[in-house]
């Protein structure tokens, strides 16, 4: 029979009759409680997909580089009602987390959830750092705010050699995080650990029950695939992370795409996955061209978090701010560029 399952201070109350391996068991009036053990009491409950458009915010800040908490409402509105996203990666490369203090990463998150509630389906946050125990306790914070997820880049300066290593730190991040789905960011260009995800992907929710999928953020496409084949059976999130090359992920059975672009072209690429999802092959094509035109003379200028706050601005209206140091502020030129090919482009019905 089906099993009714409550959680109270770490325990778990069942209702009806079962069977447990593995657990103690402890009657309570009519009640039996479980109490788990360390290889389960990490195992999450079922959650809602993440799939279709995952935006990474922007981090907001004045001139003089302090987070500007006050637009995050507008900016989840944007977000929602302009561009039709309602999930958000937070304090991710775009969000300039890394540059972030571990208190500035708590309250950004904090104040993401809260003014998302009731609007975005899922706040993920990101809580890898250089130090475990600033990944542990920004995981253990993002629990108690309730984010939908974390997500964990692998360490950068001191760097795991090898999958087991990596496994290692994931595993003790996620640990403080119990019944959170985990992600892992998976972005080799910026940190230099070049272990493959499909190697990585190999049994790992023997190792971390609560692991939910991966953020692809590399342009290696056979390992992307590899990843996608070779588990279709646990049905993990395998979002792609590189907006321009969306669509051969799509064809390649991306769930989901995280991304920079989709605070802006968020819209555009809707319309890609809905025509892909038609299996409108040559309208989605000509979506991505379109959204490809536009990136590929971005990324000619010079495309960073600060050219991307720089673009954000003009589209939404909504003041990022410069990055923080050691990033520098786009230049003049290069916003005047990006209006004036906007300009262009929308007398072709781009946006």
């Known amino acids: 029979m089906s099993v009714n399952l409550t959680e109270r201070h770490g325990e778990w109350t069942l209702f009806g009759s079962f069977v447990i391996n593995g657990s103690s068991l402890k009657k309570e009036g009519s009640k039996l409680c479980v109490f788990l053990t360390s290889s389960s009491s990490t195992m999450a409950l079922p959650k809602k997909k993440l799939q279709g458009l995952v935006a990474a915010t922007l981090t907001p800040m004045t001139e003089t580089g302090e987070i500007n908490f006050s637009i995050i409402d507008q900016y989840v509105d944007y977000l929602i009602n302009e561009q039709g996203v309602k999930n958000i990666f937070v304090n991710g490369s775009t969000g300039e987390g890394l540059s972030l203090s571990v208190p500035e990463r708590r309250q950004l998150a ?22 475990l125990k600033d990944s542990q306790d920004l995981a253990q914070h993002a629990t108690e705010i309730g984010a939908d997820g974390i ?37 080799p260009a ?39 084949d070779q588990n279709r059976l646990q049905q993990f999130d395998l979002l792609y992370g590189v907006d321009e090359q969306l669509l051969s992920a799509l064809a390649l059975g991306a769930t989901g795409a995280v991304g920079s672009t989709y605070n802006y072209l968020g819209k555009k690429t809707n319309q890609m996955l809905e025509a892909f999802e ?3 092959l040559s309208l989605a094509l000509n979506y991505q061209f379109q959204i490809q035109k536009f990136l590929n003379y971005v990324i000619k200028l010079g495309l960073g978090v600060a050219q991307t706050k720089a673009i954000m601005t003009f589209i939404s209206g909504i003041q990022m701010g410069p990055p923080r140091l050691p990033l520098q502020k786009a230049s003049k030129e290069f916003t005047l560029n990006v209006e004036a090919k906007l300009k262009s482009l929308e007398s072709h019905c781009f946006c």
């Open 278 to 280: 038609r299996q409108d």
């Open 110 to 131: 904090e104040e993401w959830v809260t003014k998302g509630k009731n609007k975005l389906d899922n706040v993920i946050i990101h809580v890898g750092a250089l130090s």
């Open 190 to 228: 910026l940190t230099g650990v070049k272990i493959r995800a499909e190697e990585l992907l190999d049994g790992i929710q023997d190792e971390i029950p609560t692991f939910q999928g991966l953020k692809f953020s590399d342009l290696d496409l056979l390992d992307f695939g590899q990843c996608v």
């Open 151 to 187: 997500a964990v880049i692998a360490p950068f300066f001191f760097k795991p050699v090898n999958k087991d290593a990596l496994i290692a730190f994931l595993k003790e991040v996620a640990a403080a995080a119990p019944g959170v789905p985990f992600y892992y960011y998976h972005i």
